[in-house]
C-alpha cells in the first residue's frame, strides 16, 4: 500500500471523490501544511493555523496509479482558485498535492506542467505541490462525513 495527499477545498467532497475509485483502501480528512500540532477544526477554520483540510489516500498501487489518483484530484475542484472553492473562501480550502516521494513529486509537476500547456482551465493554476508534512486526522464525525449522512459526494 502506498499513501498520497491531497487538499481541494471541503474535505468532505474531496474525500468522498476519492473514497469511490477502485484501489483507493482507505481514506482520511485531516489537516496539514499549517503550524501547531492535533489543529481542531475550530482552530483550523479561524484561518489562523495555516493548516490545509488534507484527504490520505491509502491506495493499492497495483490497482490504481498515482497518476490516476492525480486525474480524480484535478476533476474533484477548480484548482485555479486561491484560498477557496466555490463558497469556502481561506487558506484551509487552498489547492496543494502533499507528496511522499519524488516519484509523487514528479508526476504531480509533470500532470501540472502538461494541464497547464494544454489550456485545460481558463486561468493559471494555482495548486501548490510540496513534500508532505505531518498528516494530523480530523476529528471522528469529519470522517466519511456524507457517507454517514446517506449523501452523495461531488466530484468524480
Known amino acids: 500500500m502506498e499513501k498520497a495527499y491531497f487538499a481541494a477545498g ?50 493499492d498501487p497495483a490497482q490504481v496509479s498515482y497518476d490516476a489518483l492525480l486525474e480524480v484530484f484535478w476533476d474533484s475542484h477548480d484548482p485555479t482558485q486561491v484560498n477557496r472553492q466555490g463558497p469556502d473562501v481561506g487558506t484551509q480550502y487552498r489547492s496543494v498535492i502533499f507528496t511522499t516521494s519524488e516519484n509523487q513529486t514528479q508526476a504531480a509537476e509533470a500532470d501540472k506542467d502538461k494541464l497547464e500547456h494544454e489550456g485545460r482551465f481558463q486561468r493559471p493554476i494555482a495548486t501548490q505541490i510540496q513534500p508532505a ?16 449522512r446517506g449523501l452523495r459526494a461531488f466530484g468524480h
Open 10 to 59: 471541503c474535505f468532505w467532497g474531496v474525500e468522498g471523490a476519492f473514497r469511490r475509485v477502485q484501489g483507493v483502501k482507505e481514506t482520511a480528512v485531516g489537516y496539514m501544511g499549517g503550524r501547531g500540532e492535533h489543529p481542531t477544526y475550530e482552530e483550523v477554520c479561524s484561518d489562523r493555523t495555516g493548516h490545509a483540510e488534507a484527504v490520505e489516500v491509502v491506495y
Open 133 to 148: 508534512p505531518t498528516f494530523w486526522k480530523a476529528e471522528d464525525y469529519h470522517q466519511q462525513y456524507f457517507e454517514k
